[in-house]
């Protein structure tokens, strides 16, 4: 069997870090870096006669997910204990959610690269997401072969967002990650740093032969931190089973770990199932109510939505859904080109999107920056926008601009854009002709729309290359290219781009 004989089928469950101050059931710190074990108190080291109390920043902050997502949110869920024995779990259970979860249902709908430079719209169903405390962490190195504890994410608040098996390959997991992550950080419930662990994927994963009904047996990857590993682990894994299964094997139901030193998935042990972990109502905690007054008002405190503002983008500025979506993927770029087109106006809202997604999107991965540290701001780059509208540069001076702009704030550490409005999107205001009339100056970017100029370097173009002016004449359109350019050139890209064309197909007759 081929490749294409087989139907990938996988699901997510995505931990989210909450972003409160103090942990789920305790009132010690969450704050990330602190010295090992200064952060657990009583309540998270499980010692004796202590009794948990319910975070309500941490109920408030799965209600707006669930609000975000389209999901019912419960108006009664109930906290279980998980019971199962590891070195950095005190207590010798977890405090999860199993039977009745805070938040059920709801979807994401995303767009997906087809390969091909184009996209695809999937939707991705949700099956819940229930609130629970974070396990401490093991330290295996400089211990002398022995294991360190740290208990300091002990009791941390984590949203488990669960998905339905709905991707059938690695990049619709990756986009449906992606859009997740942006997500959770649009609604201000987690800071989504990979790095330090507030936001960790685990991918089940399994195949059939395309056209089969039933599911094969999945195999769960454990703790991956960086979309790029999520990719490569699902990759392996996927050939990883189809080659055993047409060797004759079997793939047996485990949880496994990606080893991104050889880009390989290896079993870690064989996967639990619910009974395993004896699930029973935690005694020491009252069932969760969260009545509608409650939801109303966390509703009312909610930001526009990524949805809703890429549906305003192309009903008010008449983008793409493509365009909107991709200004939309996380809250700070939304807020910079709401800036941008305020500043530049509606009218330039599809010349802002392009430079946005663009030429300032380029400079900022070389960079390796994040919008909110654009050396350039959004009032400026507007100004940029606005004397290219007004002919006073052409697109290419206009990037010369820009670079140069870049450069000199950048040297001098002006990092000048901060997202001004953290209850929603909204715009700024700003002088959008600071420094850019002297810098068009200093740089000789100024465009030429003298017509007899224009028309003088047409007639010395036209003189020089009789060879495009003859297969132009005899049918040949890729010659009014050339002499374009030429003409270009010859005016050191100052002309304007759209005289010269009018000129010169009216010289050529």
Not at 393 to 401: D, E, F, W, Y
Request: with cysteine.
């Amino acid at each position: 069997m081929s490749r294409t004989d087989w139907e990938v089928v996988i699901g997510l469950e995505v931990h989210s870090q909450l972003n409160t101050q103090s942990k789920i059931f305790s009132g010690a710190s969450i704050a990330f870096g602190a010295e090992p074990n200064v952060q657990a108190c009583a309540v998270d080291i499980a010692l004796p006669g202590v009794l948990p109390v319910l975070n309500k920043g941490a109920v408030e902050r799965a209600i707006r997910f669930g609000l975000a997502v389209g999901a019912t949110v419960s108006p009664k869920s109930i906290f279980a204990r998980k019971n199962y024995f590891y070195p950095d779990l005190p207590k010798g259970y977890q405090i999860s959610q199993y039977e009745l979860p805070v938040v059920q249902g709801g979807h994401l709908d995303l767009l997906v690269p087809d390969g091909k430079g184009g996209h695809y719209e999937k939707r991705v169903n949700l099956t819940r997401a229930h609130l629970e405390e974070d396990a401490g962490k093991s330290l295996h190195e400089d211990f002398h072969g022995m294991t360190g504890i740290d208990l300091n994410r002990a009791g941390t608040p984590l949203l488990e967002i669960v998905s339905e098996p709905d991707m059938r390959s690695s990049a619709e997991a990756v986009a449906y990650a992606k859009a997740l992550h942006a997500l959770v950080r649009w609604i201000d419930i987690c800071d989504g740093n990979m790095q330090e662990g507030s936001f960790r994927c685990d991918a089940n994963v399994s195949v059939r032969p395309r056209g089969q009904a039933e599911f094969g047996t999945r195999r769960e990857i454990k703790n991956l931190n960086s979309f790029r590993f999520l990719q490569q682990a699902i990759d392996y894994e996927i050939q990883w089973q189809i080659e055993l299964i047409e060797d004759g094997g079997k793939v047996q139901q485990a949880t496994v770990l990606f080893d991104p030193d050889t880009g390989e998935t290896r079993a870690m042990r064989s996967k639990e199932d619910a009974h395993d972990y004896r699930y029973f109502p935690d005694p020491d905690l009252l069932p969760l109510v969260i009545g509608a007054d409650w939801i109303d008002r966390v509703k009312g405190e909610m930001p526009e939505l990524p949805a809703a503002l890429s549906a305003r983008f192309q009903g008010e500025y008449g983008l793409s859904a493509y365009d909107a979506t991709t200004l939309t993927a996380s809250r700070e770029t939304a807020q910079f080109y709401v800036d941008a087109v305020a500043a530049a106006g509606a009218a330039n809202a599809k010349t802002c999107a392009n430079w946005v997604m663009g030429e300032l999107a380029a400079r900022l991965n070389k960079a390796e920056l994040d919008i909110t540290a654009s050396p350039v701001s959004a009032v400026q780059l507007a100004g940029i926008i606005l004397k290219i509208a007004d002919g006073t540069i052409n697109n290419s001076g206009a990037k010369t601009l820009f670079a140069q702009m870049w450069d000199n704030m950048a040297q001098r550490g002006s990092f000048s854009y901060i997202a001004a409005t953290i209850g929603g999107i909204g715009a700024v205001g700003g002088n959008t002709g600071a420094g850019v009339d002297g810098l068009i100056e200093s740089l000789g970017l100024k465009q030429v729309t003298d017509s007899g100029a224009i028309e003088a370097i047409i007639d010395e173009v036209l003189a020089a290359n009789q060879k495009s002016v003859e297969e132009f004449r005899a049918g040949k359109e890729k010659a009014f290219n050339a002499l374009v350019g030429q003409c270009m050139k010859a005016s050191k890209g100052k002309a304007n781009p759209a005289q010269v064309n009018a000129l010169l197909k009216k010289k050529l007759g």
